[in-house]
T-cell receptor, first 116, second 116 residues
């Protein structure tokens, strides 16, 4: 069964600093991985996805993530944080097991705070 | 184009009452998912619909929860005899079907359910 672990429930950075949000996954088959962002009182918005093509995936708003099979990681980064990046971020893996529904299995989420 | 639409956006009801939550997916999306987001449990899968296939109900927490999808489009999630632990944000998502699970899901803004 697939699972996702996000290290750090809360990350705080200064505006302009590097953003690094950590995600590790567990999967017995090649995974499909996603990062979503959630702003207050809104649903989840897709930032980027990994579906076995390039290991470095570029997403919206300047975010990117690198799939590292050897480390079972899919960390999210952005070179320079902006105040508008403050939100909650979720890493997710798609269920491609026997049921193969594509349902998402989420990490616990990381709240990103950006300080001026 | 229109995204996933959920109604109501907020629902407050008394313990023991029944509630219905509605989801209108993106046109052409054959897969529809319901998730629950609560403080203690994070984001949890509830149910999955795909075309005319039998739904995957494996995530429903009790028999008080049920859902249907009429005409392969609009879905309704019903909670009977609500309990305080049902208080959460209920999110609906839709996607194109991809047997590999690589298609991203598009989320509505959710229904915030509060049980008094």
């Amino acid at each position: 069964a697939q699972s996702v672990t996000q290290l750090g429930s809360h990350v705080s950075v200064s505006e302009g600093a590097l953003v690094l949000l950590r995600c590790n996954y567990s999967s017995s088959v090649p995974p499909y991985l996603f990062w979503y962002v959630q702003y207050p009182n809104q649903g989840l918005q897709l930032l980027l996805k990994y579906t076995s093509a390039a290991t470095l995936v570029k997403g919206i708003n300047g975010f990117e993530a690198e799939f590292k099979k050897s480390e079972t990681s899919f960390h999210l980064t952005k070179p320079s944080a902006h105040m508008s990046d403050a939100a909650e971020y979720f890493c997710a893996v798609s269920d491609v097991g026997s049921s193969n529904t594509g349902k998402l299995i989420f990490g616990q989420g990381t709240t990103l705070q950006v300080k001026p | 184009g229109a995204g996933v639409s959920q109604s109501p956006s907020n629902k407050v009801t008394e313990k023991g009452k029944d509630v219905e939550l509605r989801c209108d997916p993106i046109s052409g999306h054959t897969a529809l998912y319901w998730y629950r987001q609560s403080l203690g449990q994070g984001l949890e899968f509830l149910i999955y619909f795909q075309g005319n296939s039998a739904p995957d109900k494996s995530g429903l927490p009790s028999d008080r929860f049920s859902a249907e999808r009429t005409g392969g489009s609009v879905s309704t999630l019903t909670i009977q005899r609500t309990q305080q632990e049902d208080s959460a944000v209920y999110l609906c998502a839709s996607s194109y079907i991809d047997r590999g699970g690589g298609q991203p899901q598009h989320f509505g803004d959710g229904t915030r359910l509060s049980i008094l």
